[in-house]
């Protein structure tokens, strides 16, 4: 610009109470350089998912059922992939929606940092008042001008920047009332997706929320860069508009696709935007057959809260649906190289929790599925990380437990347990992990031994040791329930030798040599019980249709989560863990019904005999 100087960086700080960290600075910046600057803010975490979530929704029609489930949705795939959002950053339409709902979440949810929101917006979109506050606010702003420096009677916009959002970037130009175009947004997420130094992958998927004819800009960047694009549906205008086009020219099952005349799209647009003249129409009509194209179909999804199951299936969808077009037009299809994709995406839906992505890959493999090493690492990843829907597959196809552990599972057997608890605390996010500290105690384990001790507390002093065979000595079992029952300073369980457990491990797996299930059986109960002590209530009732004696399993966690109940410090815990017992309770219930059904004597003899496999307790005591 012939007229421009060079001015240092003076509009920058905190907004108080919210922590919104804002910055001003020139809208020619190299996209590359605020990439990095908001990088070392984030500590070098790197996103694995850049959410654009554009659009209007000052002409929103979307229902108060839709914008929760969008809100939630979009939340909650964030946090999960480790996604960055992208907004417009003005305090309407969707940026406000997506603003307050990260405000909601963070105080539910007590995560303070974990979703990154990243405003993009223009210095003379926002109102005089609020540039007076950020350069007021701004320590290296020079006091005298913090004045008003525009006549009362300049016409401009009422804008102001969305206080929620963790970076508010204000691009200036020099102008007054100029809204940010989709240049800034479009080279952010190139950027980032460009950045894959130690392997590090990052992909990009646009959210369009109803939307005026501006919003076309960003689809037209998006479609040129080949990133998958999610239209939610019912939220109005042009979102509704695409959606309306795409499920009239595609079949039923959505993968044979048809380009639309210029008539039916004139129709939609007259039909989704009444009040625009025309000639104005007519100038649209052209971009949004370019956008529709059939080549692009693949980028484009629609979320449809009568028909889909929620916004992060969509999300996910969206990016498996491009990463294997993507690698198909790529790459030759030589085995090796077929496998290597399949197993980057079968890791990519493991992290994401999106069983859905990796199925058709798995149930392609599951002839040969118990001789890959590679599910055997996926599964003991999906069980330090929670990925209940995954182990359910995995253990109705067949697969082994006992796999998870070495080939000398008699000195590995202690150490993978032990390993599974610490691991799966360490992925727990902080809310998780606080209660898992007061309620279960201190991790990792200190000993394998020490969950007798957990059993005792928490279940009952009728039940024998489990894991050791020295715990079930009388001066012991007192020691023990001296230390849960009556005081602590008796806690002699912390005090233990490690070569004593793998002598008795040892024995356990020379006695069952003859029939290997009954290890089978121990390793389910284990994990069994280690999805009801780290209070992962899906894991468990997975777990529990496989593990044997699941009416003694059932009654076992309920017992548990009703110390938990007990021992919390909060209404809300104290009804969560309420809730929790008492639907194993109810499932322990329905099996006795089922099996008094069909004999009652035996049912009977079910309630009282002794589980060896529980400590030899009884379903009554």
């Excluded at 950027?191 to 646009?206: L, P, Q, R």
């Excluded at 009239?248 to 959505?254: A, H, I």
């Excluded at 100038?283 to 449809?304: A, C, D, G, W």
């Excluded at 649906?321 to 980057?344: A, C, L």
Aim: contains cysteine; glycine residues 4%; neutral net charge.
């Amino acid at each position: 610009m012939e007229y421009s100087v060079e001015v240092p960086i003076n509009v920058f700080g905190i907004l108080k109470p919210t922590g919104c960290k804002f910055l001003r600075i020139d809208s020619r910046l190299p996209m590359k350089d605020l990439y990095q600057l908001i990088l070392e803010d984030c500590d070098r975490q790197k996103p694995a998912l850049i959410l654009s979530v554009y659009g209007g929704a000052k002409y929103s029609t979307m229902t108060e059922r839709l914008e929760k489930e969008f809100v939630r949705g979009l939340i909650h795939a964030a946090t999960m992939a480790d996604a960055w959002i992208l907004t417009a950053g003005i305090d309407n339409g969707i940026s406000k929606l997506v603003g307050e709902g990260i405000s909601h979440y963070r105080l539910l949810q007590e995560y303070p940092n974990k979703v990154k929101c990243i405003g993009m917006t223009m210095w003379g979109t926002i109102n005089e008042d609020t540039r007076l506050e950020l350069k007021s606010v701004s320590s290296g702003f020079p006091t005298p001008l913090c004045k008003q420096q525009i006549p009362d009677n300049t016409q401009e916009y009422k804008e102001t920047i969305e206080r929620n959002h963790t970076h508010c970037t204000l691009f200036d130009s020099g102008r007054l009332n100029e809204y940010l175009g989709d240049s800034q947004r479009h080279e952010f997420v190139i950027e980032a997706c460009k950045d894959t130094d130690n392997d590090h992958i990052c992909f990009g998927v646009t959210i369009i929320v109803e939307g005026g004819f501006g919003s076309l800009e960003v689809l037209e960047n998006d479609i040129k860069e080949k990133r998958p694009i999610v239209l939610i549906q019912g939220s109005g205008r042009l979102a509704d508009a695409l959606a309306m086009l795409i499920e009239q020219t595609s079949n039923s099952d959505r993968n044979q696709y048809r380009n639309q005349s210029e008539k039916e799209i004139e129709e939609a647009l007259d039909r989704f935007f009444p009040s625009v003249p025309y000639s104005d129409i007519g100038s649209q009509t052209k971009k949004i057959q370019t956008i529709l194209k059939e080549e692009n179909r693949y980028l484009l999804h629609v979320f449809s809260m009568n028909r889909d199951k929620n916004i992060v299936n969509t999300i996910f969808k969206a990016i498996f649906t491009n990463v294997t077009k993507m690698k198909n037009k790529n790459e030759p299809s030589e085995q090796e190289q077929r496998r290597n994709r399949e197993d980057e995406l079968i890791e990519l839906a493991f992290e994401w929790n999106y069983l859905d992505g990796a199925l058709p890959i798995l149930q392609a493999r599951q002839d040969e599925m118990l001789k890959i090493q590679n599910e055997i690492k996926i599964q003991q990843n999906i069980s330090s990380k929670n990925r209940s829907t995954f182990i359910e597959y995995f253990l109705t196809a067949g697969f082994d437990p006992l796999t998870l552990v070495k080939k000398d599972y008699i000195s590995n057997y202690q150490k993978f347990i032990s390993k599974l608890y610490a691991n799966t605390y360490k992925e727990m996010n902080t809310s998780h992990k606080s209660r898992i500290e007061t309620l279960f105690g201190r991790l990792p384990l200190k000993s394998i031994r020490e969950l007798n001790y957990k059993l005792n507390k928490f279940v009952g002093s009728f039940i024998e040791s489990i894991y050791s065979f020295e715990d079930d000595s009388f001066k012991n079992r007192i020691k023990i329930d001296l230390s849960n029952h009556v005081c602590t300073c008796c806690g002699s369980h912390t005090h233990v030798k490690d070569d004593f457990e793998l002598q008795v491990i040892s024995k356990i797996i020379k006695y069952d040599q003859i029939n290997n299930k009954l290890m089978k059986y121990r390793m389910l109960r284990d994990l069994f019980l280690w999805s009801v002590f780290m209070d992962m209530p899906e894991m468990a009732k997975v777990l529990l249709l496989h593990v044997r004696f699941r009416i003694c399993a059932a009654l076992i966690a309920s017992a548990v989560f009703k110390r938990y109940s007990k021992s919390s410090q909060t209404v809300y815990l104290k009804h969560k863990f309420l809730a929790q017992s008492l639907e194993f309770e109810t499932y322990a219930a329905i099996f006795i019904d089922k099996c008094y059904e069909y004999n009652e004597k035996r049912a009977c003899e079910l309630l009282l005999r002794q589980i060896p496999l529980f400590g030899n307790v009884t379903c009554m005591q």
